[in-house]
């Protein structure tokens, strides 16, 4: 086990969520931090940044939408006293090659792995999670998902074994150090096929069609996102169709001694719990 605090920033996200409740019923004390928690957080204002760091042993980091704060927070955190960090990126970041895709995260590892601190990178795949608490989530309940994915499979991962497996190593100091592990699900689904099981399991008529990188930019756009978020979404499919990041792993497996959770087992809960009713 740990002592002192454990940092959780993003906390109402996907992961962070998840990974305070875990915390929580193991008896971690856990600093819940989010741009509206009682210590604010926010990338932009390093001006609060010291007081969300105080008394911090160990903190959960998820990287921001811009590349280069991750380097300002660690040297903090370093200053403060902090020992362990445990970073969320991105599935097989040192394969993107030339991407435009995912320079924030590639700066926070960067940032990580240069410091003084003991830390974990955990890179995972797609969450499956994202087509009931993401922008899958409203096309789906429409009946029609339109994507720049065709043939090449994802080997989507289920959220909660990636809460897990971040809440194993924020608990487990020494095991992980230095340690950059791929998180994946059992077997990689193309988006066709996922569609095609949340159809079924919904009992919801729900088409996939594949369209271009440009065209669901413009769609991002006109929902309302910016134009610079939608870009750097699209150009995420574009990075994956070269399927460097297809083939699943067995690291979920090596963290937690168990096999991760099926994109089936996350489709009938989710079903189950009504995600995709209309």
Same mark, same amino acid.
């Given at each position: ?145 339109? +994507? ?6 994802? *080997?989507?991962?289920?959220? &909660?074994? $990636?809460?897990? !497996? @971040? %809440? =194993? ?82 690291? +979920? ?6 096999? *991760?959770?099926?994109?089936? &087992?996350? $489709?009938?809960? !989710? @079903? %189950? =719990? ?5």
């Amino acid at each position: 086990m740990i002592n002192g605090t454990t940092l959780v920033l993003g906390a109402s996200g996907k992961t962070g969520r998840r990974i305070v409740a875990r915390l929580r019923v193991r008896g971690v004390p856990v600093r819940a931090a989010s741009r509206s928690s009682p210590t604010p957080f926010d990338w932009s204002d390093p001006g609060g940044w010291d007081a969300v760091l105080r008394g911090v042993a160990v903190a959960y980091v998820v990287a921001p939408g811009v590349a280069g704060p991750v380097h300002g927070f660690v040297a903090r955190a370093e200053a403060a006293g902090v020992r362990r960090l445990a970073l969320l990126s991105g599935r097989g970041a040192d394969t993107w090659g030339d991407s435009a895709f995912g320079l924030d995260m590639r700066s926070a590892e960067d940032a990580v792995r240069r410091s003084a601190l003991e830390w974990t990178v955990l890179r995972a795949s797609n969450f499956a999670q994202n087509f009931d608490e993401g922008l899958f989530h409203a096309p789906l309940v429409a009946g029609e998902l339109a +994507l720049p994915a065709g043939t090449v499979p994802e *080997p989507f991962v289920d959220v &909660e074994d $990636v809460a897990d !497996a @971040a %809440a =194993a190593v924020l608990t487990e100091p020494g095991r992980h150090t230095g340690r950059v592990y791929e998180l994946s699900g059992p077997r990689a689904l193309t988006f066709g096929e996922a569609v095609d099981l949340i159809s079924r399991a919904s009992g919801l008529p729900i088409a996939y069609r594949r369209i271009s990188p440009d065209d669901y930019a413009r769609t991002l756009v006109d929902q309302g996102l910016g134009e610079e978020d939608a870009h750097h979404i699209a150009e995420m499919f574009v990075m994956m169709e070269r399927g460097l990041i297809a083939a699943t792993t067995v690291d +979920l497996a090596t963290v937690l001694g168990r096999a *991760p959770r099926t994109f089936e &087992e996350y $489709v009938v809960r !989710a @079903a %189950a =719990a009504g995600a995709w009713r209309r």
